[in-house]
């Protein structure tokens, strides 16, 4: 059975950094491209940031250059160091696999930027 469990969000002050991370159990982390995703609210979940298989990384427009997904195969673990944050970037952050699986959706970690 595969899980996925999100955490290291938190309150920060615009500009800030915070560095999250996804544990994945299951045997699913090695052959299997992840993604972070977020959730603001009353808005659709949206795709952050994606780590292919091979360390190939994609990153929606309104991140690029402020936030860096990364992963240890060793660990079963995907990082997203989020920097210079704003307050648009107040979600519920959750990671999945990519393409996603709607099984694996874990509780997510709240990422809340405000002065």
């Known amino acids: 059975q595969v899980q996925l469990v999100e955490s290291g969000g938190g309150f920060v002050q615009p500009g800030g950094s915070l560095r999250l991370a996804c544990a994945a159990s299951g045997n699913i982390f090695r052959v299997f491209g992840m993604g972070w995703f977020r959730q603001a609210p009353g808005k659709q979940r949206e795709l952050v940031a994606t780590?292919?298989?091979?360390?190939?990384?994609t990153y929606a427009p309104s991140v690029k250059g402020r936030f860096t997904i990364s992963r240890d195969n060793a660990k079963n673990t995907v990082y997203l160091q989020m920097n210079s944050l704003k307050p648009g970037d107040t979600a519920v952050y959750y990671c999945?696999?990519?393409?996603?699986?709607?099984?694996?959706w874990g509780q997510g970690t709240q990422v809340t930027v405000s002065s």
């Open positions: 999945n696999t990519v393409p996603i699986n709607g099984d694996y």
């Open positions: 780590i292919s298989s091979g360390g190939i990384t």
